[in-house]
Nanobody, 123 residues
Framework: QVQLVESGGGSVQAGGTLRLSCAASGRTFGSSYAMGWFRQAPGEEREFVARITWNLGTRTADSVKGRYTISRDNAKNTVYLQMNSLKPEDTADYYC????????????????WGQGTQVTVSL
């Protein structure tokens, strides 16, 4: 099993920054896992935000491209999501996900999920 714990969420004003962290643990977790971030706003479906592979290949959703950056520290089993120039429409619960294979942009591709951390952006 793999456990994922997100942190770093909070309330900020538009234009502000936050950095989310996701700490992974578990006997089967390894640096080869693909890691992803998804978000879900109230009343909306979950959407892909960003993904990073074991060899640091990244993909970012168009809606956050240029503002969000995903990274990972394999020595710490932690993945980060740096969020800059935040907008009110970025308000959502953000979830970390892990998959032993490719991961991808679809939530169903990920085997493990964290509990989420809330991000609120106000004007």
């Amino acid at each position: 099993q793999v456990q994922l714990v997100e942190s770093g969420g909070g309330s900020v004003q538009a234009g502000g920054t936050l950095r989310l962290s996701c700490a992974a643990s578990g006997r089967t977790f390894g640096s080869s896992y693909a890691m992803g971030w998804f978000r879900q706003a109230p009343g909306e479906e979950r959407e892909f935000v960003a993904r990073i592979t074991w060899n640091l290949g990244t993909r970012t959703a168009d809606s956050v491209k240029g503002r969000y950056t995903i990274s990972r520290d394999n020595a710490k089993n932690t993945v980060y999501l740096q969020m800059n120039s935040l907008k009110p429409e970025d308000t959502a619960d953000y979830y970390c996900a892990a998959d032993p294979d490719y991961g991808g942009t679809e939530g169903r591709s990920y085997r493990y999920w964290g509990q989420g951390t809330q991000v609120t952006v106000s004007l």
